[in-house]
């Protein structure tokens, strides 16, 4: 083959191509006035950002931890906050927190900030058997930043609440107020239901309209950090994810491994979603606009072992009649969709089951039928149960599979014939191959299409198990978790991409997963031919053999093992399957036999063949002008 050099042209294009490149840098750079302009804007930017900065945290260094006594305290804190100054004089001036549960939640409210400052969920422990906090020790920041009628920026997060837990029925009713006066305050008021949890909540001003400069929107800033609950913080990392619903009912997240923001209109709801846990704020009246962040916190898993992910949400909050009036609730619980469904909101979108018509068959068929099985059956029996009727549902595939490469094998001899009597015309014998194709009824095509509906049932499954909560914390033989990795063994080391320890049950798929393959791409092997200028099809496949077992223990280690536990039964029944289907369905010589018969018949061809044909056709005749023209 005649090696191909860069000619003296190819250089001149090249070092025109730059010039002109380096011409326009040079024409677009700014001028000196617009660098001046430029440095001046900027200059002016980090002076508002520091003045507000400042404004900010003048209340941050300088609030009291103990209510006012003191006159002239007073009046210097008035200077320093305004009508504000009198929340520091009420008794509830002080660091501390109401607390007030259900039969599924336990909320601390502080009174510095007036949100919620700690919430643990009471009928769950994670993987270290320590009860469940979504949020806990500082990790979420709820404020309100709010201007004031004489220029002031303030900062709800850093003024204090006074407190009032009474009853409504069965309900519990906790109202945070920040106080101007007796009769005028911004409050949180808090609805807590039996056996709920979904919060109400409620933000609203009394008598502030002269006091709030009405004419800017509040904006309400939600800060959170993730909390890791699973074993495995980086299989945790990737179902924790930013999620939204917004102008109906779209549905939009964040970026799963990455930093990300968004800015967006019309939301129905924001989920802070945390795997098999949920914060979720959901407004009566859709947020006409949010920003909206993410920050992945797991770098490194073997040191970034506390937290998940940042999230973070500024909301625009106006005015009606001259007062705050925002009622919303706020979801704390599983990220279940059974539980979900039951608030009408469409919720349960907020999980993963997957995009299309994925999402579709998890939701209309594993879901419900799992859920069912489980009635029933152990978990993992469960598991073992739905994979065995999956595959009888499917069998048919693997037999048309099978048949399809039964019958290339057959009429490889045929096929390789072909090849070798017109090995100089490749057309030749492309419409030689498709017209016996065509005739004995076996194609390459026949054996990939029925597979292709494995696809969608293969890749609905894998989005399952790994969200179904159902098998969070669910044993099964020597697995403690079916939701989490079956580690044997733990390693001294860290290997990358498989972890510091070693799971049994992907181990046990990839040995299912080489056996399958060995059966199904050998077979496979034998049939395909090796066409000039073209990749080595058995070659790869024979590698392929290999190296999905491979890819299969390294990328499983740190998942479900509920998940490995389905690969592994799903390949054992496939190989009995195909033993079966080879040694008592399909005989070879009556398939012969019928590609005989078939042979023998007139083959209409459908219209796909026939302008296939006839377009081979057409270029075998080109090529034969062509070689007639040159002679």
């Not at 056996?195 to 309400?220: A, I, K």
């Not at 990392?237 to 619903?245: E, F, G, K, S």
């Amino acid at each position: 083959m005649e090696e191909k050099k860069l000619d003296i042209n190819s250089i001149i294009g090249f070092l025109l191509i730059g010039a002109i490149l380096l011409y326009m840098l040079w024409q677009n750079q700014p001028t000196p006035e617009e660098l001046a302009l430029q440095e001046k804007a900027k200059q002016e930017q980090l002076a508002t950002e520091a003045a507000n900065k400042s404004a900010a945290e003048l209340t941050i260094n300088k609030v009291p931890n103990q209510p006012l006594n003191d006159s002239l305290q007073l009046a210097s804190f008035k200077n320093q906050i305004g009508d504000f100054a009198y929340a520091l004089t009420l008794a509830s001036a002080t660091p501390n927190v109401t607390s007030f549960e259900n039969e599924v939640l336990a909320l601390k409210i502080d009174h510095k900030g007036g949100f919620i400052s700690e919430v643990k969920l009471k009928n769950y422990v994670n993987h270290d058997s320590v009860p469940v906090y979504l949020i806990k020790d500082g990790s979420s920041v709820f404020n309100l930043n709010f201007a004031t009628s004489d220029n002031r920026i303030l900062n709800s997060s850093e003024l204090y609440f006074q407190p009032s837990l009474s009853t409504s029925g069965d309900n519990q009713v906790l109202s945070m107020r920040l106080k101007v006066s007796e009769t005028q305050f911004l409050e949180y008021r808090y609805e807590l239901k039996p056996d709920n949890y979904m919060l109400g909540f409620s933000v609203r001003s009394q008598g502030l309209s002269s006091v709030l400069n009405t004419s800017q929107e509040v904006q309400l800033d939600w800060k959170f950090k993730a909390h890791r609950q699973d074993q495995s913080v980086s299989f945790e990392n990737r179902y924790t994810r930013l999620t939204y619903q917004h102008e109906g009912d779209k549905i939009n997240k964040l970026s799963q491994t990455g930093d990300d923001d968004e800015i967006e209109s019309d939301l129905s709801w924001i989920s802070f979603r945390q795997h098999f846990f949920s914060s979720i704020l959901v407004p009566e009246v859709p947020f006409k606009s949010a920003d909206l962040k993410s920050f992945n916190l797991v770098n490194d898993e073997t040191i970034d072992t506390l937290f998940t992910k940042r999230y973070e949400v500024s909301l625009p909050l106006g005015f009606s009649g001259g007062e705050l009036v925002h009622n919303m609730s706020i979801y704390y619980g599983p990220t279940y969709d059974d539980i979900l469904n039951q608030y009408d909101q469409n919720l349960e979108a907020s999980i993963p089951f997957g995009w299309g018509i994925f999402g579709w068959i998890n939701k209309a068929v594993f879901s419900p039928l799992y859920a069912w099985l489980t009635n029933y059956l152990s978990y993992g029996i469960a598991i073992i149960v739905m994979t065995i009727m999956v595959k009888i549902v499917l069998s048919f595939v693997q037999y048309k599979q099978f048949l399809s490469q039964a019958k290339m094998k057959i009429l490889k001899p045929e096929l390789d014939a072909i090849r070798e009597k017109y090995k100089n015309n490749k057309m030749k014998v492309q419409q030689e191959t498709m017209a016996l194709q065509n005739k004995a009824g076996a194609s390459p095509l026949s054996g990939c299409l029925p597979g292709m509906l494995q696809l969608p049932v293969f890749y609905a499954l894998f989005m399952f198990f790994p969200i179904a909560f159902e098998l969070r914390q669910k044993p099964f033989l020597w697995v403690d978790d079916l939701s989490s990795y079956d580690s044997i063994a733990e390693l001294p080391f860290n290997i990358p991409f498989y972890g510091d320890h070693v799971s049994l049950f992907p181990i046990l798929a990839s040995i299912a997963i080489f056996f399958y393959m060995k059966m199904t791409t050998g077979q496979q092997m034998a049939t395909q031919p090796t066409q000039e200028g073209m990749p080595d099809m058995g070659k790869m496949m024979k590698y392929m053999i290999y190296l999905s077992p491979i890819m299969m223990l390294f990328f499983f280690n740190n998942y479900a093992s509920g998940l490995s536990l389905y690969y592994f039964v799903s390949n054992l029944i496939s190989i009995g399957i195909m033993l079966v289907i080879k040694n008592y369905i399909i005989d070879e010589d009556k398939v012969l036999a019928k590609i005989q018969v078939s042979k023998a018949k007139p083959k209409k061809q459908n219209r796909f063949q026939k302008k296939m044909a006839d377009i081979m056709a057409q270029a075998e005749a080109q090529k034969a002008l062509q070689e007639k023209r040159k002679k």
